[in-house]
């Protein structure tokens, strides 16, 4: 007899722990309890580009329902707290599974859109800007400051720049109170909720991104 998705036991990931690497084929999907997991690839050159990141209470990787095969590598970027929610249960009878995930899925790719968008056309300090904005709605937090636990060369391999410009627009972004600098994280202030069009911190500056 299955178990209820509400009763599989949760998993624990180190920072930097693999989820899935690349080609692995995949029976469950991970619904993150705690913690940042993110996607990425590496180039030929050793660089490398996060496509996606998953925050807590979101599904990691939902298009696995579809494919059941993990094309790119996904890693915990803190500690994280998952429950692996077996593909063949997510239609368990009323319990949502399924339309959950394909929300999901929607809104991945919506995210998506709006990471080519950035990247292409977008100045850095937009492009930092809009990121940050993007993780304060979705951790739904209502403080007047939220934890990124997010390093400096994390953001780069993110928003395409290098960690070197990535610190000269936070410290920047700092001197404007949008952003307070803490070791490897830093604190995302409410100003960040307003849009890019409207708030000074993401005025252009003549830079390229």
Same mark, same amino acid.
């Given at each position: 007899?299955?178990?209820?998705? #509400?009763?599989?036991?949760?998993?624990?990931?180190?920072?930097?722990?693999?989820?899935?690497?690349?080609?692995?084929? /995949?029976?469950?999907?991970?619904?993150?309890?705690?913690?940042?997991?993110?996607?990425?690839? !590496?180039?030929?050159?050793?660089?490398? &580009?996060?496509?996606?990141?998953?925050?807590?209470?979101?599904?990691?990787?939902? $298009?696995?329902?579809? /494919?059941?095969?993990?094309?790119?590598?996904?890693?915990?970027?803190?500690?994280?707290?998952?429950?692996?929610?077996? !593909?063949?249960?997510?239609? =368990?009878?009323?319990?949502?599974?399924?339309?959950?995930?394909? =929300?999901?899925?929607?809104?991945?790719? *919506?995210?998506?859109?709006?990471?080519?968008?950035?990247?292409?056309?977008? #100045?850095?300090?937009?492009?930092?800007?809009?990121?940050?904005?993007?993780?304060?709605?979705?951790?739904? /937090?209502?403080?007047?400051?939220?934890?990124?636990?997010?390093?400096?060369?994390?953001?780069?391999?993110?928003?395409?720049?290098?960690?070197?410009?990535?610190?000269?627009?936070? =410290?920047?972004?700092?001197?404007?109170?949008?952003?307070? !600098?803490?070791?490897? #994280?830093? !604190?995302? #202030?409410?100003?960040?909720? $307003? /849009?890019? *069009? &409207? =708030?000074?911190?993401? *005025?252009?500056?003549?830079? &390229?991104?």
């Amino acid at each position: 007899m299955h178990k209820r998705i #509400s009763e599989v036991p949760w998993r624990q990931f180190r920072r930097y722990e693999h989820l899935a690497r690349a080609g692995d084929r /995949s029976d469950c999907i991970y619904c993150i309890k705690d913690g940042w997991a993110c996607r990425y690839e !590496l180039l030929r050159d050793g660089r490398r &580009q996060i496509t996606a990141l998953y925050l807590p209470g979101e599904y990691c990787e939902p $298009h696995w329902l579809l /494919s059941g095969q993990a094309r790119l590598p996904v890693m915990a970027l803190t500690r994280l707290t998952a429950r692996p929610i077996p !593909l063949g249960q997510i239609d =368990h009878p009323g319990e949502g599974g399924v339309r959950n995930v394909l =929300h999901a899925m929607v809104q991945a790719m *919506e995210r998506q859109a709006q990471w080519i968008t950035r990247l292409g056309r977008k #100045s850095a300090t937009e492009r930092i800007v809009e990121l940050l904005a993007d993780l304060r709605a979705r951790l739904g /937090s209502d403080d007047d400051k939220v934890v990124i636990p997010l390093t400096q060369r994390e953001i780069a391999d993110i928003v395409g720049l290098t960690p070197v410009h990535v610190n000269r627009v936070l =410290h920047r972004l700092a001197e404007q109170n949008c952003v307070h !600098l803490c070791g490897r #994280s830093l !604190l995302a #202030s409410t100003q960040m909720d $307003h /849009s890019t *069009e &409207q =708030h000074p911190c993401a *005025e252009k500056q003549g830079e &390229q991104g």
